[in-house]
C-alpha cells in the first residue's frame, strides 16, 4: 500500500504499514487503543543491517515480515528459493546455531525426495553446505541475517531477543 508520513517524504514510494485485528499478535500494538487507527512506527534507531531470505507462498515467512513491519525494522528481503543464502551466510549461521540440521526445512518435499533424513548425517559440512545454497527449498525458512545474530523460523520471542526489544 501507498504509504506518506503527513509532509510527502514517501510519495511514490511503497511502505508496509503493520495490520490491525488479528495480526496485532504478531506485530505488536499496530493501532491506537480502541481507535482501529493505523500508527506508524518509526524504524528503531542504530539496528544493524538486515536481511531475510523468504517465501512469499509461506505463511510463516509472511508472519515474520508482518513482525518486522510492526516493530518498524528495515530490511533487505531476499526470495529464497530463487536466491538462497551462499555459502558464508549458511556457514555463519551454523555457528550461530551450532546444528546443521537446524538450517534444513525437513518438512519440505525436496528434503524427503532427496532422502536428506537419511544422507545428511554422512554428510560433510561443507557438501550439506553447498547442498543448501544451491536449493533454496533445502533451506528452513525465513532465514534471517544481522550483523550480530541470526534466526531460522520464525519465533518472535528468539526474534524480539535478536532485536534488542
Do not use: H
Request: with cysteine.
Amino acid at each position: 500500500m501507498e504509504g506518506d508520513n503527513g509532509k510527502g517524504e514517501n510519495k511514490g514510494r511503497k511502505t508496509r504499514m503493520p495490520a490491525c485485528g488479528k495480526d496485532a499478535a504478531l506485530s505488536g500494538p499496530p493501532c491506537l487503543e480502541g481507535s482501529g487507527k493505523r500508527v506508524q512506527r518509526q524504524p528503531m534507531p542504530n539496528l544493524p543491517p538486515v536481511r531475510v531470505y523468504l517465501y512469499q507462498n509461506c505463511s510463516t515467512c509472511r508472519d515474520a515480515s508482518r513482525w518486522l513491519d510492526g516493530q518498524g525494522i528495515e530490511r533487505e528481503e531476499i526470495p529464497i528459493r530463487e536466491k538462497p543464502p551462499g555459502v558464508p551466510e549458511l556457514r555463519r549461521m551454523l555457528e550461530i546455531k551450532g546444528d546443521l540440521k537446524k538450517l534444513f526445512n525437513t518438512s519440505g518435499m525436496d528434503y524427503r525426495a532427496q532422502g536428506l533424513k537419511d544422507r545428511l548425517p554422512g554428510l560433510t559440512e561443507d557438501e550439506a553446505l553447498a547442498l543448501l545454497a544451491a536449493n533454496g527449498n533445502l533451506v528452513k525458512r525465513p532465514f534471517l541475517l544481522t550483523e550480530t545474530g541470526g534466526a531460522v523460523g520464525f519465533k518472535p520471542e528468539e526474534w524480539r531477543r535478536l532485536f534488542g526489544n
